[in-house]
């Protein structure tokens, strides 16, 4: 069993910068792999970047560039680097646990998830 929790969300203007963190429990945390996803008001939730247990890194075309993931094994943490930051930004923000696989951009298959974060940007 693997618990996460965000932190990190808050209101910005646009072209600003946030960084999210989730913090995971238990001793495994190394094996899995880590995503972020969001959901906006009124749409689905989408894959926004993914790190494996490896190191190798997955974004999706929305935010490849501006935003960057990253993990520190030893503190059982995954962060979220988001810089030039657009209104269109604004969602819920979900940290997810799953496994390798090149299906990452699918929820279904990470099986473990955080509460969720709000981005909130200004225009």
């Known amino acids: 069993q693997v618990q996460l929790v965000e932190s990190g969300g808050g209101l910005v203007q646009a072209g600003g910068s946030l960084r999210l963190s989730c913090a995971a429990s238990?001793?495994?945390?190394?094996?899995?792999?880590m995503g972020w996803f969001r959901q906006a008001p009124g749409k689905e939730r989408d894959f926004v970047a993914t790190i494996w247990s490896g190191g190798a890194k997955f974004y999706a075309d929305s935010v490849n560039g501006r935003f960057t993931i990253s993990r520190d094994n030893a503190k059982n943490t995954v962060h979220l680097q988001m810089n030039s930051l657009k209104p269109e930004d604004t969602a819920v923000y979900y940290c997810a646990a799953g496994f390798d696989t090149i299906r990452y951009q699918s929820g279904r298959t990470y099986d473990y998830w955080g509460q969720g974060t709000q981005v909130t940007v200004s225009s």
């Open positions: 238990g001793r495994t945390f190394s094996r899995y792999a």
